[in-house]
T-cell receptor
């Protein structure tokens, strides 16, 4: 399974953009990048996913480099409610399981 | 609200006992997944069912078993419980296509005394 590397923690001021990086240098051509977040002990919440192209939805934007070896999740205007652990996951194309790493703990401060 | 319903929310029991956790997937989703989250292991994939059949297995102990019923709800059975089984157990569901995201329920917190 492809592995991901994320910084253990990051801080962001409320109202500013939060840019969360992820390295996935061993990713294969058919593997998607997924982002989830977990607030306290709630169930992981799906944010966004992509294969090659940049993606945007109402929650965030996902920027994937051309070589697909890294990506960045962007929360354009972080709020205190965005404080959570963010997981970057490479989903193997022929399996359905998600392999969670340790994620990035994002702290949004006033 | 993800649309995935898990019951019960909390469960307290003793070592050696057996419990059943229940999951109702989102409407239209055929796949159900079970994950375990403990303090020292993080989120671990246990097992997946698709339309009633087992599709993938992860780090699931032999004391644990699961099934998916014709109405697509799923149950995770944990037996001969040990202190180390104390954890959050999450269920997720998806339509089953690899490119579609899984959506998680709020989990069952299992405490073994």
């Amino acid at each position: 399974d492809a592995k991901t590397t994320q910084p253990p923690s990051m801080d962001c001021a409320e109202g500013r953009a939060a840019n969360l990086p992820c390295n996935h240098s061993t990713i294969s051509g058919n593997e998607y990048v997924y982002w989830y977040r977990q607030i306290h002990s709630q169930g992981p919440q799906y944010i966004i996913h992509g294969l090659k192209n940049n993606e945007t939805n109402e929650m965030a934007s996902l920027i994937i480099t051309e070589d697909r070896k890294s990506s960045t999740l962007i929360l354009p205007h972080a709020t205190l409610r965005d404080t959570a652990v963010y997981y970057c996951i490479v989903r193997v194309g022929n399996t359905d399981k998600l392999i969670f790493g340790t994620g990035t703990r994002l702290q949004v401060f006033p | 609200d993800s649309g995935v319903t898990q019951t019960p929310k909390h469960l307290i029991t003793a070592t050696g006992q057996r419990v059943t956790l229940r999951c109702s997937p989102r409407s239209g989703d055929l796949s159900v997944y079970w994950y375990q989250q403990s303090l020292d292991q993080g989120l671990q994939f246990l097992i997946q069912y698709y339309n009633g059949e087992e599709r993938a297995k992860g780090n699931i102990l032999e004391r644990f078993s699961a099934q998916q019923f014709p109405d697509l709800h799923s149950e995770l059975n944990l037996s001969s419980l040990e202190l180390g089984d104390s954890a959050l157990y999450f269920c997720a569901s998806s339509p089953g296509a690899f490119t579609k995201p899984q959506h998680f329920g709020d989990g069952t917190r299992l405490s073994i005394l």
